[in-house]
């Protein structure tokens, strides 16, 4: 089977943490700053979690292989 491709849009615009959860910059920060009030600014700086519905839809779409991989139970200890 082909590798799937990843979106070249999407992986600038998101990161996987090591939890797998998505991150990405927030909105409204590129234009029209003085319209805004400083909070919001001030808010709207750094990165932020997607919600999970959200993640789920950017790991399954557009990043393919930034899914976490679901560990196997661990092998049990044998010789007592």
């Known amino acids: ?3 799937m491709k990843t979106k070249s849009s999407a992986k600038k615009r998101f990161k ?3 939890k797998g959860k998505v991150k990405s910059k927030n909105a ?3 234009h029209m700053m003085m319209n805004k009030s400083k909070k919001m600014k001030r808010k ?3 990165m ?10 950017v790991l399954r779409n557009f990043l393919p292989y930034g899914r976490k991989k679901k560990k196997s139970p661990a ?3 044998k010789g007592e």
């Open 28 to 30: 409204f920060t590129s």
């Open 75 to 77: 092998p049990e200890a």
């Open 48 to 57: 932020s979690i997607l919600s999970d519905a959200d993640a789920r839809i």
């Open 16 to 18: 996987v943490t090591s």
């Open 1 to 3: 089977m082909p590798k």
């Open 44 to 46: 709207a700086k750094g």
